[in-house]
């Protein structure tokens, strides 16, 4: 099948379950779950929970059993956008097109929606016996590592050091700090929740661990290259804010062309990663090209 | 033992668990550590933790193999207070006679507390199997149970109806969902938590709930009535805030007198309920007459 049709696939797989785990706006209180909807449905790429379910096939895994996890984890990216966009925050207007939370429903609301699927994300993780054919004590170890993986080590620690960054000329070491925090965090964290539940030998998810920490690295590049490049109509925002707003990138640090080598670079350690795994891993394969080349 | 020295000594055992849960400040990056531990240890009273401990030993559990849940849900009502207190919710300038977090490290850096702080109560929760000890099926429904009395059928929704009723008339049914998601649910989910992990019955199960429930209620009114009848100082807060917000209250709603009866009643209800426990749960029925009588 071609990449995109699989990618296609596995995003409404995603769908179809997040429709059935996210309360319906007919839940009292109707606000909060109508907004939760809003954002969760803002024409995502869902290529985190597609890792999740990826990579517990590359080790033989079935979908059924880390689909929960796959859609725990987008619930977190979700919940984590919310908040970045936040006027005390990023203070965007836009994202994906669409005028981001607290612009329709208020910061309030907005802060409320963030905490809620945050939430949400460790009630579905814990429902995850439920099927009872997973090992309980797999599901806390996965529970455990998400959770870091979202905390202020990871995900967290990565959106207050980009914080305490801005307005100011930061090195290197603080850009892979901020990008392995606030994309590579949970790119590991789903690779690495499928591989576990789905009984991976420690080989293979040391080799997924690695195959993801160059793909999030890659995908930022990337990320930081299109505000430069991009096309706004295919981004869904305005480029340019990264330099408005003097935001340390791949291409004001190293310059346009040595980003794009970088990114290349990073490309071919994720692909290269998957050496020893066969055709089942062909999807996280193609989704190395796909983040490459994206335009959004 | 009196009542208050056995307090003292949960709160002493739970502040000592919390300090080695919350990274320390020379932890990267420092400023999130830092500004977590300020709102944690900003002089709470810690009844939710005591509650898991008493219950744990009021079913004959072990203070140690429930303390990390008693910690976590310590955190989870901290992240409710420090977002609760934001500019956009409820604009707190001062909680127990302290600037709020936002007050000191700017509304950013309170919001990512409160993630901060929610996330870490899930990956302590995540560890408690940690000690072997507690079979992981039980932990996976204390984390499941934890996460639905957080999100918005409890806590979370509890304040979403608090902040949409604001400058409204509400009547009873509205007060009483407000209160018991905003308070009760965490009350409720500290008795069970204790006591599920210990390995109650069913029928202790439900005794202590319908206690829990009760508590809360009996807590939230004497709260609104602390508001109106409070001592400043002792409260380290202003009172008649509530009445300056027109805020629902149960006064506002029955007068104070009736008010009082109702907590009077909920504290009876509260006590009745452990008429078949014995000795040891000594505690939870001190608990009763410390909140009906306490000034702050």
Request: include cysteine; hydrophobic fraction near 45%; charge should be negative.
């Amino acid at each position: 099948m071609a990449f995109k049709e699989e990618l296609a696939g596995y995003a409404a797989m995603v769908d179809k379950a997040l429709d059935e785990y996210l309360p319906s706006a007919s839940n009292y209180p109707s606000l909060i779950h109508e907004a939760m909807r809003y954002s969760v449905f803002a024409g995502g790429k869902r290529l985190r929970p597609a890792l999740v379910l990826a990579s517990a096939r590359a080790v033989g895994g079935g979908y059924q059993f880390v689909l929960p996890a796959a859609c725990a984890i987008e619930l977190l990216h979700t919940y984590s956008l919310v908040h970045d966009d936040l006027p005390a925050m990023d203070n965007d207007d836009l994202r994906r097109g669409r005028p981001t939370s607290h612009k329709i429903y208020g910061e309030a609301m907005a802060v409320l929606v963030g905490d809620a699927l945050l939430t949400l994300a460790f009630e579905i993780l814990a429902g995850l016996s439920r099927s009872g054919s997973v090992d309980t004590g797999r599901i806390l170890r996965v529970i455990h590592e998400v959770a870091v993986a979202a905390g202020t080590m990871g995900l967290i620690g990565g959106q207050v050091v980009d914080i305490l960054s801005s307005d100011k000329l930061i090195d290197r070491q603080v850009l892979d700090y901020i990008h392995s925090r606030k994309t590579g965090a949970l790119y590991k964290a789903s690779v690495r929740a499928g591989a576990m539940l789905s009984g991976a030998t420690p080989e293979q998810l040391d080799k997924l661990t690695l195959y993801a920490e160059n793909l999030g690295l890659a995908f930022q590049i990337v990320d930081d290259i299109l505000d430069i490049e991009g096309d706004e109509q295919k981004l869904g925002k305005p480029v340019g804010s990264d330099t408005k707003n003097q935001k340390a990138t791949y291409p004001a640090l190293y310059g346009l062309a040595a980003a794009k080598d970088m990114a290349r670079q990073a490309a071919e350690h994720a692909t290269g990663a998957l050496a020893s795994f066969g055709a089942e891993a062909g999807f996280l394969r193609g989704l190395v090209g796909f983040v490459l080349n994206r335009e959004n």
